[in-house]
């Protein structure tokens, strides 16, 4: 970092990348207000400085979830009471997960997400909790066993997709809506690829998936095709089929892939 007069006569300094000139240039450099102790501390909640905690989210994410093996995110909203049938269901889902040898990754909030970490944990099963600071007190649910709390919404949804092999989501509301579209946008990009999306709740969705089919594809906003990228089931054996069967087939074409590959590498 230096400052110097520019080729106007105005005084410029260069901070890293970054350049700097006239009244622009701060009065003190980053490594005094590094070292004063006494300075004001709101360079604490500026943008650059967040950038470096963004980043931290992720590798602590990244970190603590790299070696999770096969995984489902189950989303579902915040507000059903433990003795709801929408609750139970949500038990009955972790633990059918769990029992096919997939981690259960939830927000690790309650209602829905605890009834699914629940379950998880109740088969014996990895309960992921990646929870969300929010403005109310609210804690990580009992039933998660590996959790971490992210300050960032868009962090943490990186790691309910990096991590899962698909998504199933419960009833729920804006929460549960933003995590099912941001999901539905990263397949029709092929940002990812056969990533099964699993609605849970014929009633609870239909009318959605009408409008979907009716109005969205009617008026030319998605293709006809995009319809497919949803399944809707109120069968907890057909969610568990449904995930494994689109691993299965990610499996014969990373294969495929591979042999292609190598078939190219090798001279005849
Ligand atoms: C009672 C209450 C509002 C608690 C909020 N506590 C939460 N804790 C963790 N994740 C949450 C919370 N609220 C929303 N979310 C996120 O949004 C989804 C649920 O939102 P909603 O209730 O459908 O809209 C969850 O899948 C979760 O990832």
Avoid: C
């Amino acid at each position: 970092m230096s400052v110097r007069n520019g080729g106007d006569g105005r005084r410029e300094r260069r901070q890293g990348a970054a350049l700097v000139r006239g009244r622009l240039v701060p009065s003190t450099t980053y490594d005094q207000r590094l070292l004063d102790q006494r300075g004001p501390a709101d360079w604490l909640h500026q943008d650059p400085w967040r950038v470096l905690r963004i980043q931290a989210e992720f590798v602590e994410g990244f970190g603590m979830l790299a070696e999770l093996g096969p995984a489902v995110s189950v989303f579902g909203t915040a507000r059903s009471k433990p003795d709801s049938p929408e609750y139970e269901l949500g038990v009955r889902i972790g633990k059918a997960l769990a029992e096919a040898g997939y981690a259960v990754i939830t927000g690790g909030g309650p209602g829905a997400m605890e009834a699914a970490n629940r379950g998880a944990r109740e088969a014996g099963g990895t309960s992921v909790g990646l929870g969300i600071e929010l403005p109310f007190e609210q804690g990580i649910n009992p039933y998660v066993d590996m959790a971490l709390e992210f300050r960032y919404f868009f962090v943490r949804k990186t790691m309910f997709v990096k991590y899962a092999q698909g998504f199933v989501v419960l009833p729920g509301g804006f929460g549960t809506l933003d995590e099912l579209f941001e999901a539905l946008v990263l397949v029709q990009t092929r940002k990812v690829t056969s990533f099964p999306v699993v609605l849970v709740g014929t009633a609870f969705w239909g009318g959605l998936l009408d409008w979907i089919k009716t109005t969205l594809v009617e008026s030319g906003k998605i293709a006809p095709v995009d319809v497919d990228l949803i399944q809707v089931t109120d069968d907890v054996d057909e969610v568990v089929r449904l995930i494994s069967e689109s691993e299965r087939l990610r499996a014969t074409e990373r294969e495929s892939v591979a042999t292609a590959a190598e078939e190219t590498a090798t001279p005849e």
